[in-house]
């Protein structure tokens, strides 16, 4: 299968953005919340992904978390406590993007 056109890629893309949008009004109507996590290696177009999603809903409703180094406090907790900070509060979304570079010989899962 060759590369899709822009118009074709657009026209495609249309109605599953249009359904994105409605998922988040309903996240926010019904006060639900949604976490999204996107785990993979780095390069793997996780950051796109999560870009193509966020550009399409308020910033106010959808937080995108990408979590840094421990410290040496997080470094001795379970692994998941340092995303229970993060996660959303009624109506909202967060996209958790978890690289496993990011883990790699730094985090103990």
């Known amino acids: 299968m060759g590369r899709l056109k822009r118009k074709q890629y ?3 893309l249309e109605p599953l953005e249009e359904e994105l949008v409605a998922m988040a009004r309903w996240v926010a109507e019904s006060g639900q919340r949604l976490v999204v996590l996107f785990e993979g290696r780095d ?3 996780k950051g796109g992904v999560i870009k193509a999603i966020a550009d399409r809903l ?3 409703q ?3 978390i ?3 180094k ?3 406090e997080e470094r001795h907790q379970w692994y998941f406590q340092r995303y229970v900070a993060h996660l959303p509060c009624a109506g909202q979304i967060t996209l958790l ?3 496993w570079y990011n883990r790699a010989g730094v985090e103990k899962v």
């Open 58 to 60: 308020n910033p106010r």
């Open 97 to 99: 993007d978890r690289s």
């Open 62 to 64: 959808c937080r995108v």
């Open 10 to 12: 657009e026209a495609l």
């Open 70 to 72: 421990p410290s040496e």
């Open 43 to 45: 390069t793997a177009g």
């Open 66 to 68: 990408a979590l840094g």
